[in-house]
């Protein structure tokens, strides 16, 4: 921009805290960021690439490529950088172009990273989900994995350390479970109608249900001499191939009560619905911990630790928690905040979707067919489903579910119930909400369950559709 001064890089060095204000540099421009930084969606996130270039990290946060963003930027630019160096930056490669190709009818919510889900409808054509109709969340770019250098690091006070090949993985007894994984977020959309969240817009279909297969963490934690009088371990940390910007692996961890309980069925998996794991699901080894959120399944496994404490990684400690409706970004108190663990109860109806026009059959009902599902193994034990705002309460059928017992109910339930409609409406609101074996039901409302990061939406499923007759 003519008339603003020139800098080099070594002068956008100089600034990298209040003091000496913050500036970054992005293609030609410099930015003195110092008073964006409180506004940033992002959190501290943005204080990496103060002092330097963020071209490398907007080459992985892609969401930051947009005119919005760009015009945020502009507010705060200083002056323009040395051409030579601006061209230098702009240098580093697309970090997703060994990203592997998917199903077209996905979804996507974010391409870079890739985040996508099926059609509602796909969900409940299965009790299984095809692995190419399972939803995909990527924090980063997939990690290209060579498997002749794999291997999972595991460490801990009071166990042997070891590093184990795929091959010593697949010699374990073999473990098989049916398990649904979703994400925290999945539904966000809904919640946001309520108040604007921060996150992916997921609609209904960030679940899928899946068998796995792999050998179960406690057999391993067990054989390298694991035992429960040790206090000092109070977690299971693990970290994935897929790095940020600055190195760090990403991350979750689950408490070590679930981890070494074989009936918590924990387990390292290699395949999904029989086959290898695909590269989007983790290949060739992730975590499954089922009854638990999505994001401590972490996928691209390479290392496990025991430690007293929670995964430091920030999906762990600054993502992934819940908080009181009127808590806001300034106001958080991430420390105190619990992690989500165990998922609570939810249902979704799959078909009819949001805004479709649905036949009425003779006898004046619709069809409704949805997916129902709670944490911590709890079987769902009941779905109600109703037209007309909650006079008439009708019990769908649990048309599949699998015969696991109670406390190890790891998959979902599909159900199905006809309807009735008032013969003289042409728009009705369906409604669905389940119960599980603890008599754990869907709030009504996501008005009181709203929070900042828009996860555990659980509120009643509401769509609205046409009748046709
Ligand atoms: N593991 C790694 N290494 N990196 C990730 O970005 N995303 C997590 C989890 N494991 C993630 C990860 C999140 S938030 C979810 S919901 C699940 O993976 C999604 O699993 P899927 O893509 O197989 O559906
Ligand atoms: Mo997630």
């Known amino acids: 921009i003519d008339g603003l001064p020139t800098y080099k890089m070594v002068d956008v060095g100089k600034h990298t805290n209040k003091e000496t204000r913050m500036w970054i540099t992005y293609k030609e421009g410099v930015y003195d960021i110092t008073d964006f930084i409180e506004s940033h969606p992002g959190g501290n996130a943005i204080l990496m690439g103060v002092g330097g270039a963020v071209d490398p990290f907007w080459n992985i946060y892609a969401a930051h490529k947009t005119p919005q963003v760009a015009r945020i930027l502009e507010q705060y630019r200083i002056g323009n950088l040395d051409p030579v160096e601006a061209k230098e930056n702009s240098k580093s490669h697309d970090p997703y172009s060994n990203d592997p190709n998917r199903n077209p009818e996905l979804v996507a919510s974010s391409k870079k990273p890739f985040n996508a889900e099926p059609p509602p409808k796909r969900l409940v054509e299965n009790y299984i989900t095809p692995t190419e109709y399972f939803y995909v969340r990527n924090h980063l770019p997939v990690p290209l994995v060579d498997l002749k250098e794999y291997e999972i690091e595991i460490e801990g006070p009071g166990i042997k350390s070891k590093t184990l090949t795929l091959e010593e993985l697949k010699q374990l007894p073999k473990h098989t479970i049916t398990a649904t994984v979703m994400c925290a977020g999945n539904r966000r959309s809904e919640m946001s109608e309520v108040k604007e969240v921060k996150g992916l817009f997921w609609g209904p279909a960030a679940i899928?249900?899946?068998?796995?297969?792999?050998?179960?963490?406690?057999?391993?934690?067990?054989?390298?001499?694991?035992?429960?009088?040790n206090k000092e371990v109070l977690h299971v940390q693990f970290e994935g191939l897929d790095l940020t910007p600055e190195s760090n692996p990403y991350g979750g961890s689950i408490p070590i009560e679930k981890a070494v309980d074989p009936r918590g069925d924990v387990i390292l998996a290699y395949e999904m619905n029989g086959q290898p794991l695909t590269r989007d699901h983790g290949y060739p080894v992730r975590v499954i911990a089922p009854g638990i959120v999505g994001a401590r399944c972490v996928k691209w496994l390479h290392r496990i630790v025991l430690s007293n404490e929670e995964s430091p990684a920030f999906w762990q400690r600054r993502d992934y928690?819940?908080?009181?409706?009127?808590?806001?970004?300034?106001?958080?108190?991430?420390?105190?905040?619990?992690?989500?663990?165990?998922?609570?109860?939810?249902?979704?109806?799959?078909?009819?979707?949001?805004?479709?026009?649905?036949?009425?059959?003779?006898?004046?009902?619709?069809?409704?067919?949805?997916?129902?599902?709670?944490?911590?193994?709890?079987?769902?034990?009941?779905?109600?489903?109703?037209?007309?705002?909650?006079?008439?309460?009708?019990?769908?059928?649990?048309?599949?579910?699998?015969?696991?017992?109670?406390?190890?109910?790891?998959?979902?339930?599909l159900w199905e119930a006809k309807v009735p409609v008032d013969p003289s409406t042409k728009k009705v609101e369906l409604w669905a909400k389940a119960v599980d074996s603890s008599y754990n039901v869907q709030p009504e409302s996501f008005k009181h369950i709203w929070n900042i990061r828009g996860v555990l939406n659980n509120a009643y499923h509401r769509v609205t559709v046409t009748v046709t007759r």
């Not at 709890?378 to 037209?387: G, L, M, Q, Y």
């Not at 006079?391 to 339930?413: C, F, I, M």
């Open 321 to 413: 928690k819940g908080f009181s409706p009127n808590v806001v970004a300034e106001t958080a108190n991430w420390e105190k905040a619990a992690s989500i663990e165990e998922l609570p109860v939810i249902s979704a109806i799959c078909v009819p979707s949001k805004d479709q026009c649905v036949p009425v059959c003779k006898d004046n009902t619709i069809l409704v067919t949805g997916y129902a599902w709670s944490g911590g193994g709890r079987p769902i034990v009941r779905v109600d489903v109703t037209a007309d705002g909650g006079n008439l309460w009708v019990e769908a059928d649990l048309v599949a579910q699998n015969d696991a017992r109670p406390s190890r109910h790891w998959g979902w339930t």
């Open 208 to 229: 899928g249900n899946a068998t796995w297969t792999g050998a179960k963490l406690c057999d391993i934690l067990n054989s390298l001499g694991y035992d429960e009088s």
